[in-house]
């Protein structure tokens, strides 16, 4: 069974999600489903033992051996990411009962948990498939789920959230096939590790840089890096709560992953960084995303908005460490990647509880619920804290690291604003912790009760994490350093 574990990490939610159709109830499914996610969280975790134990993994779909047939390939990369996605999936599951409930029909429930386990299907594809179309063809399965989740949420503007992703997603994707299908042109190959090795014989012509900048662009645009990120603030706020929560955290990351692993493992660090200037464009539009999403995300009134565009910031974060192009930055990348994931979970599954007890995140909702839902409050003001980078939260040494990073690269100037874009994090927090902490309820004689348990432990496991990560960086820090030393080896 272990030499199936790579193949058995996609195929178990992919099955999962046509019994849920099967077994109807809404109940039923949302305890089968979780028993399903739990399932896919386990082979995670056995995937990166065997992988400390033996190395990169490699399993061929049906007995055919690459670059003839579809391999998938797992490294201490891949395993991160998949432990990252399926820990996430799985804690957002628990919290999926009530909330759905709340913000759902229940005629509608069972068909949210059928695209959510088909959009974990293809995030856990893109990540472990070793096949460039592969990618493409997950990249779909999982937007298209995506798009449906999005739409069922109680606001009509879900409906033209969920549009405008779509048109934006199918610009995204229709560049990255062009990107795909360029690189085949060139080399005869999709398998990523023969695309390795066979692009370096071609890659001072037209046709490969021109390649690269579709594939760049469509992964930007699924990533939501300033100024291609207009879907995102729309499609956080009026989707419903879980799946916020659920695609804060892991979407975006993968999208990143695909990025990482085109620019320093298919295309190579000297294609990307030396032929190419991507260093100023990633660091550029990096900075520039930090900055102004900051800015935008202190005017907002609605806090699921205000979040997403913290979001766009803290991307913003991460392709700036990519660009920077040395271990240290990639290492920044790496760390924020994953603390990034425990902050927005944090904050989105508490303000899920703000949505069931007061049935509005327009920020006038938040008087006095510091005093009337304080573990409510205290999650979503400890990831506020960490997304700062305040110290003994993840935020914190993710910053750290990618500051560290800015100093070695003599960069003094770019730390300078990375630290600025911190203060206007403190800004946009602060506007919440006035309102829930500092100013009196609503006159509306109604008092709010604690978010239930079944959401608000959820969210306390997450806001753990944010400070024991924060403390302990062993495993975080170290995995990164050894991705980035693995990224830049360009071996798999």
Known sequence: MIQHLPILQVIIPLLAAPICFILKEARLVRWFVLIANVMAFAISIMLLQQVNLHGTLVYSLGGWEAPIGIEYRIDELNAYLLILVTSISTITLMAAGKSLTKEIPESKITYFYIAYMLCLTGLLGIVATGDAFNVFVFLEVSSLASYTMIAMGNDRRSLWASYQYLIMGTIGATFILIGIGLMYMMTGTLNMNDLAERLPE?????TVFTAFAFFLVGVCLKLALFPLHLWLPNAYAYAPSIATVFLAATATKVAIYVLLRFIFTVYGFEFSFAHL????????????????????AIYQTNVKRLFAYSSVSQIGYMILGTG?????????????????ALMKSAIFLALAGVVY???????????GLGRQMPWTMAAIVIGGLSLIGVPLTVGFVSKWYLVLALLESNMWPVAVLVLIGSLLAMAYIWRIVEVAYFKPALQNNQSYKEAPLSILIPAWIF??????????????????EKTAELLFGGVR
Do not use: C, Q, W
Request: avoid cysteine.
């Open 463 to 480: 806001v753990i994490a944010n400070i024991y990560f924060g403390i302990d960086t062993s495993f975080t820090a170290g995995i990164s």
């Open 324 to 340: 920077i192009g040395t271990k240290t930055g990639l290492t920044a990348t790496m760390l924020h990647l994953f603390n990034h």
């Open 277 to 296: 200037p991507l260093t100023e464009i990633l660091v550029s539009l990096g900075l520039l995303g930090v900055i102004a999403a900051s800015i935008v």
């Open 202 to 206: 071609v890659e001072h012509t037209k």
């Open 357 to 367: 007890r007061v049935g509005s995140v327009n920020i006038k909702a938040f008087a």
